[in-house]
């Protein structure tokens, strides 16, 4: 009764989560103009998206973003992470502490903030002002995705290197860091996707005709559904779906590395 139970519970999770995903994917398919009625099968919509270059042209500066505040992010996250596991006490709390404010504060109060402190320091918004802001939440991602892994690490390894005479250079290129990778990958990966899908605190920071999607279609669904929307949504979906799969081929392959060299 209990793996029935754990089943039913499962499948209603799955439904309630990809039902919704499923409605819209299958009515960007629809020839009709709302999603009342699926009328035929009909590619109209993806035509009508390839044929709008403002927005293919917001969704290419939303990638570009997305992938230059993950990888600056996971840079710095990681040499964070670094620094947190290598203090002790009270101090390694402090840090922790700070680096969970921005995942705890909610979106509309970082959004408020980053606009406040921009205005201050006079930088115009726009997308450098966009690029920073997504690097400054993505960051306290990164840390706590790479920092479980750092706190498996076999300590004596590193003890063992620093017998042998290697530098802190040469113990976290050869040793830390082939050991956490798998979560650096999963905070690249974790980056990537809130800086797809933020919306918050972009609409505070975006400004000087700089858009992403999310704000791009808030602007659109606030004049009514159009199903464009669902064909790039669908779009979107695939997009993530491939990253996914790459996430689980890169740290796949890395196992199976890690599994021939011991």
Known sequence: MKRIGRALYLILAFV???????YLAYFSFSSGKDMVRFQHFSWVHYQVLWSDKELLAIFLQTIILAIL???IATAIGTC???GIFRLRGYRRKTMLVLNNVLM???DVIIGASFLIC???LGIGLGFFSVLLSHIAFSIPIVVLMVLPRLQDLDLTL???AQDLGAGRGVIFNQIVLPEIMPGILSGLFMALTYSLDDFAVTFFVTGNGFKTLSVEIYSRAR???NLEINALSTVM??????LAGGYLFLTRQHELALGARS
């Open 16 to 22: 309630l989560l990809y039902l919704p995903i499923v």
């Open 69 to 71: 505040s993950s990888l």
């Open 80 to 82: 964070g992470a670094w």
């Open 104 to 106: 705890v504060a909610p």
């Open 118 to 120: 921009f205005t201050a």
């Open 158 to 160: 590193i003890d063992a």
């Open 223 to 225: 004049q009514g559904i």
């Open 237 to 242: 979906l695939l997009v993530v779906m491939l």
